[in-house]
């Protein structure tokens, strides 16, 4: 089965930056998308970044389209996330996803167990 493990959390200054990892395995990783997800205390689940199964095509949220940068190794089967010029507001716990299907861009159907993310001012 779809087993995806994120790591690479945890608590940094307001402009800061880290970088999130996710190691997949169960499925052919180089065919499927992969997104970064955030769910924020109180909030619901918000759409962070995603990148196409090549790796050509990147989507990322309007709120860090400038500060985060996602990419894959599809050798490694690991997606990332790298984060940059970090704010409070950006404090949550950050989901990897994986598409349901092969050569799509959704939708996302598996979830790793998440990593918390806190950015304190």
């Known amino acids: 089965q779809v087993q995806l493990v994120e790591s690479g959390g945890g608590l940094v200054q307001a402009g800061g930056s880290l970088r999130l990892s996710c190691a997949a395995s169960?499925?052919?990783?180089?065919?499927?998308?992969m997104g970064w997800f955030r769910q924020a205390p109180g909030k619901e689940r918000e759409f962070v970044a995603a990148?196409?199964?090549?790796?050509?095509?990147?989507y990322r949220a309007d709120s860090v389209k400038v500060r985060f940068t996602i990419s894959r190794d599809n050798a490694k089967k690991t997606v990332y996330v790298q984060m940059n010029g970090l704010e409070p507001e950006d404090t949550a716990v950050y989901y990897c996803?994986?598409?349901?299907?092969?050569?799509?861009?959704?939708?996302?159907?598996?979830w790793g167990q998440g990593t918390q993310v806190t950015v304190s001012s």
């Open positions: 169960g499925r052919t990783f180089s065919m499927y998308t």
């Open positions: 996803g994986m598409v349901e299907s092969p050569y799509r861009s959704g939708p996302f159907k598996f």
């Open positions: 990148i196409s199964w090549k790796g050509d095509t990147t």
